[in-house]
Structures are given as C-alpha cells and as structure tokens.
Nanobody, 120 residues
Framework: VRLVASGGGLVEPGGSLTLSCAVSGTTFSNTYMAWFRQGPGAEREGVAAIGVQGTTAYADSAEGRFTISRDSANNTLFLQMNSLKPEDTAMYYC???????????????WGQGTQVTVSS
C-alpha cells in the first residue's frame, strides 16, 4: 500500500488549503482512512478520519473547520481546511488501514507527510 500526500504549503491565518492523498496497492473502497498531524515538539495527533461507508470523526480542533472526504473513483483522500490558524501549523500525514481506528494512530500504512504552515 502506498500513500502519497500533497497540497501543503504556506497560508495566511484565515486562509484555506486542501490536502490530497493518493492511495494505491489496496482496494480503496474497503480501506479506512485518516489524517494526522505533528507540530514542532508535539506528539502526532488525529485530525479527521473516514470509514468505508463515509462515517467521519473529527478532533475537537478540526470540527467545523476541516472536512475529510474520499473519492473512490480516483482512490484519493482529501482534507479541506478552512479558517486556518497558526496552531494548525504541522506536518500532515495520511494513514490507511482495515479497521476503524478513528483518530487513534494505529493505522497500518502511512504517507510521507506534507507541511502546512499558517503564518502572516
């Protein structure tokens, strides 16, 4: 299973970004997916997760600002991030697995990460 994350960058506070994660080597429709992030000096934390039938879970910090979605036709996971804050600055990772771990970092497969920096 290979996960390739992209879409990170530098954005001003209040701005938006959409992260993508291209997935290969698995039947995407049967794969549970999630986004995690790790800021400087911080532990990796779950941001959002999506199940095989579209069930979603969000961290409190992401609820109402971030939206996770999946495109099974193109084997791609997305994270739409709005109203970004400086504290959202982190390396963002996509993760995949075959159980519904929600926001626990117990997924089997991980992408390489894409950096998001929120700064004026």
């Amino acid at each position: 299973v290979r996960l390739v994350a992209s879409g990170g960058g530098l954005v001003e506070p209040g701005g938006s970004l959409t992260l993508s994660c291209a997935v290969s080597g698995t039947t995407f429709s049967n794969t549970y997916m999630a986004w995690f992030r790790q800021g400087p000096g911080a532990e990796r934390e779950g941001v959002a997760a999506i199940g095989v039938q579209g069930t979603t879970a969000y961290a409190d910090s992401a609820e109402g600002r971030f939206t996770i979605s999946r495109d099974s036709a193109n084997n791609t996971l997305f994270l739409q991030m709005n109203s970004l804050k400086p504290e959202d600055t982190a390396m963002y990772y996509c993760a995949a697995g075959f159980r519904w771990w929600k926001l626990l970092p117990r997924y089997k497969y991980w992408g390489q990460g894409t950096q998001v920096t929120v700064s004026s």
